[in-house]
Structure formats: C-alpha cells, structure tokens
T-cell receptor, first 114, second 114 residues
Framework: GEKVEQHESTLSVREGDSAVINCTYT??????FPWYKQEAGKSLHFVID?????DRKQSQRLTVLLDKKAKRFSLHITATQPEDSAIYFC?????????????FGKGTKFSLIP | DMKVTQMPRYLIKRMGENVLLECGQD?????MYWYRQDPGLGLQLIYI???????SEGDIPKGYRVSRKKREHFSLILDSAKTNQTSVYFC?????????????FGEGSKLTVL
C-alpha cells in the first residue's frame, strides 16, 4: 500500500523566516495531497491541499508544491508567525480506493526559535 | 456549525474491560473515520464508514469493531481492551465528493488501558 514519508520530524526557524516541510509518497496513482495542522493538545484541522492536475497551489502564506516525477510534495510557509507552531501532517490518497482513504505521514513538529 | 464531537474525551480502563468511544457530526457527512494517534507513528486508520451499516476495515482493524446505525453517529468498540490500545483516538468525517475532500476531526479521546 501507499507509504508517505515526512522527512523532517522537527523543524525550527526564526520568526519571520520561511520554512519548508517535505514529504514523499510511493504510489504513482496517488493524486490528492492534503496537509493538516495539529496545535499542541488539540485536534487536527485542514490547512491546504493540492491535486495532481496542478504542481503549485498557494493560500496566503502557505504554498504547496507537487513534483509527480519525484513523488514529492512540500509545504512552504513564508513570514512565519508564532501561530504557525504546530505539528504538520502530510497525507496522500488515490482515486478508486473508496472515499477519502488517506495515508498520513508521521508529522513534523514545527516551532519558532525564540 | 460544522462540528465533530467525541465522547468521552478521557477514559481509563483496566485490561479486559470493554470500551465504547462515540462520535457525532452535524454536517450530514456520509463518510466517517476512526484513527488512532501514537507518538512517532502519526495517524493510523482503524475503520471507515461510508454510510449507515456500510463499514470497511482500515489499516489496523484488529481488536476493534465499529457501529454506524445513524448517519450522524459512529462508534468505536474495543471488546476486552489491551494495554497496547492505549492511545488517542480521533474520529473524522467528510463529504463523499468523489474520493477526495477535507476531513473534519473531532477533539480526540484519550484512552488509557491499565
């Protein structure tokens, strides 16, 4: 089955800097790649997604890039702010699996360097 | 108000006892999910429910069963809980727009099995 690997288990940057979280997947049939954010002690909520018919999607300070050849996608956060500190999970799914059967990465704990 | 509600939020049980975790959503979503989250492992899918009485095993269904008798309710049952089922359990729901779409997560139920 699909495997999603999140390369950075932790990531720290200075406030205002940019950050990148990278994920790779194994199944070439995967076509939907969402990102979820989990703040400390809280639940997960959706932040942004990308489908395989595009290679870039931006929403305010967040940009997702998709490289289908390399089976890699990444979340870029610009002008980082304290409220960005959280665990970020990438995920992948493919059509035909029935509903939204996501495979999640293990998460990247993102924080700002004081 | 788009909400997924889980009960109880915290639960302590002894090994061998039965556990019932309940989940409700007010969005009339067809599809509901149960995940567990363990440190360093990310989220693992236990069961998916496509609608009332239409349930499918996820990646780690062993030791669990589910029940969905109403669209808005999805229960996770552990018959004879084991210590390795200590975890945080998340319920989620989504519309079934094809095979992709945002998941809405509940706040989580922290289960400790002694």
């Amino acid at each position: 089955g699909e495997k999603v690997e999140q390369h950075e288990s932790t990531l720290s940057v200075r406030e205002g800097d940019s950050a990148v979280i990278n994920c790779t997947y194994t199944d070439t049939a995967s076509s939907y790649f969402p990102w979820y954010k989990q703040e400390a002690g809280k639940s997960l909520h959706f932040v942004i997604d990308i489908r395989s018919n595009v290679d870039r999607k931006q929403s305010q300070r967040l940009t997702v890039l998709l490289d289908k050849k390399a089976k890699r996608f990444s979340l870029h956060i610009t002008a980082t702010q304290p409220e960005d500190s959280a665990i970020y999970f990438c995920a992948a799914s493919k059509p035909g699996t029935g509903s939204n059967r996501l495979t999640f990465g293990k998460g990247t704990k993102f924080s700002l360097i004081p | 108000d788009m909400k997924v509600t889980q009960m109880p939020r915290y639960l302590i049980k002894r090994m061998g006892e039965n556990v019932l975790l309940e989940c409700g959503q007010d969005m009339s979503h067809e599809t509901m999910y149960w995940y567990r989250q363990d440190p360093g492992l990310g989220l693992q899918l236990i069961y998916i429910s496509y609608d009332v009485d239409s349930n499918s095993e996820g990646d780690i269904p062993k030791g669990y069963r589910v029940s969905r008798k109403k669209r808005e309710h999805f229960s996770l049952i552990l018959d004879s809980a084991k210590t390795n089922q200590t975890s945080v359990y998340f319920c989620a729901s989504s519309l079934s727009e094809g095979t992709t779409g945002q998941l809405y997560f509940g706040e989580g139920s922290k289960l400790t099995v002694l």
